[in-house]
Every structure is written in structure tokens, then in C-alpha cells.
């Protein structure tokens, strides 16, 4: 066990899926006003992302082997 005294995943996998879990359960804690604001954050980030995607912003990366 971690210093945290959390069990620690087998693996990535259940890291990520255990990651999933605790934002969902974080998200059913928050008051209904709380709710709306972070989709409405999520929102505005999709936005400007589509801008910068639109403006030519992002460049592929390219990515070698060794």
C-alpha cells in the first residue's frame, strides 16, 4: 500500500478505470449549480479547442521509433 493507505491498481488499466470511478462519484457529490458550471467549462474548452484546430493551431507530431 501507498502512504495514502489506498489499495494500489493491478495495472494502467485499473489505475485509469478506478481514476474514472472516482470522477463520476466526485461529479454525484457536486450541488446541481456546481454540475452546470463544469459543463459549461468543458464547454468553452471543446470551443477553443475547435478554434485552434480551425486556425491550424495544432501541428501532428511525429513520432519516431528507436
Same mark, same amino acid.
Given at each position: &500500500? /501507498?502512504?495514502?493507505? #489506498?489499495?494500489?491498481?493491478?495495472?494502467?488499466? !485499473? !489505475?485509469?478505470?478506478?481514476?474514472?470511478?472516482?470522477?463520476? @462519484?466526485?461529479?454525484? /457529490?457536486? #450541488?446541481? @449549480? #456546481?454540475?452546470?458550471? !463544469? %459543463?459549461?467549462? &468543458?464547454?468553452? %474548452? *471543446?470551443?477553443?479547442?475547435?478554434? &485552434? @484546430?480551425?486556425?491550424?493551431?495544432? !501541428?501532428?507530431? %511525429? *513520432? /519516431?521509433? #528507436?
Amino acid at each position: &500500500m /501507498s502512504d495514502d493507505q #489506498s489499495p494500489q491498481p493491478r495495472n494502467e488499466g !485499473a !489505475a485509469w478505470h478506478e481514476h474514472n470511478l472516482s470522477q463520476l @462519484r466526485y461529479f454525484r /457529490s457536486l #450541488s446541481l @449549480r #456546481s454540475k452546470l458550471e !463544469a %459543463v459549461q467549462g &468543458m464547454a468553452d %474548452v *471543446i470551443r477553443h479547442f475547435e478554434t &485552434m @484546430r480551425k486556425q491550424g493551431r495544432f !501541428a501532428s507530431a %511525429v *513520432i /519516431s521509433g #528507436s
